[in-house]
């Protein structure tokens, strides 16, 4: 669903705990604390998708991307946060 204010900048963020069963609140983007790889299902992938790794996200990054789940496999970076 979409909203006037999903080209604005963020107003908040909350970190975030990959996790291979639980699903997240889909941020506009994520924040990479520390590099490194980040396994994601996007927001509107079908039921059941495997998540997608992102390779190399340098320190610093916003990945403009929505996620619906972050995976704990696959991931290597920490100190996400979501951008919302």
């Known amino acids: 669903m979409s909203s006037p204010y999903d080209d604005l900048p963020g ?7 990959p996790s291979n069963t639980a699903n997240i609140n889909p941020p506009r983007a994520i924040y990479v604390g520390v590099g490194g790889n980040i396994a994601m299902v996007g927001a509107n992938a079908p039921p059941g998708s495997a998540g997608v790794v992102w390779v ?11 996620p619906r789940q972050v995976l704990a496999t696959g991931t290597t970076a920490a100190s996400l946060l979501g951008i919302y």
């Open 11 to 17: 107003t908040s963020a909350v970190a975030i705990t």
């Open 56 to 66: 190399g996200c340098v320190a610093g990054t916003i990945l403009p991307f929505r």
